[in-house]
Nanobody
């Protein structure tokens, strides 16, 4: 079982920036971020592989940047030019083959991001 611990959410004014962090208890190939706004479905923000390959949902290209530190098993999401519509719970996701050879998917507990106008 991989544990994911998120941090970095909070309240920010429109136009501001936040950086989210998610630390995994062990190395896992794919890590990423999703978000869920009130009354909406959870949606992909961005993902990154252990090799550094990234994929972003179109809505976030240019404003958000995903990165990871493999030595720390940590993925980051730098969010710039935040808008009130970015208000959501942001969830860390990790998936891949873990010790024991099982392919699994894990979710963090979520961190609230609130952008005020």
């Amino acid at each position: 079982q991989v544990q994911l611990v998120e941090s970095g959410g909070g309240l920010v004014q429109a136009g501001g920036s936040l950086r989210l962090s998610c630390a995994a208890s062990e190395s896992i190939f794919n890590m990423g971020w999703y978000r869920q706004a009130p009354g909406k479905q959870r949606e992909l923000v961005a993902v990154i592989t252990r090799l550094g390959s990234t994929n972003y949902a179109d809505s976030f290209k240019g404003r958000f940047a995903i990165s990871r530190d493999n030595a720390k098993n940590t993925v980051y999401l730098q969010m710039n030019s935040l808008k009130p519509e970015d208000t959501a719970v942001y969830y860390c996701n990790a998936n891949g083959f873990i010790s024991g050879g099982t392919y699994s998917t894990f979710w963090g507990q979520g961190t609230q991001v609130t952008v005020s106008s």
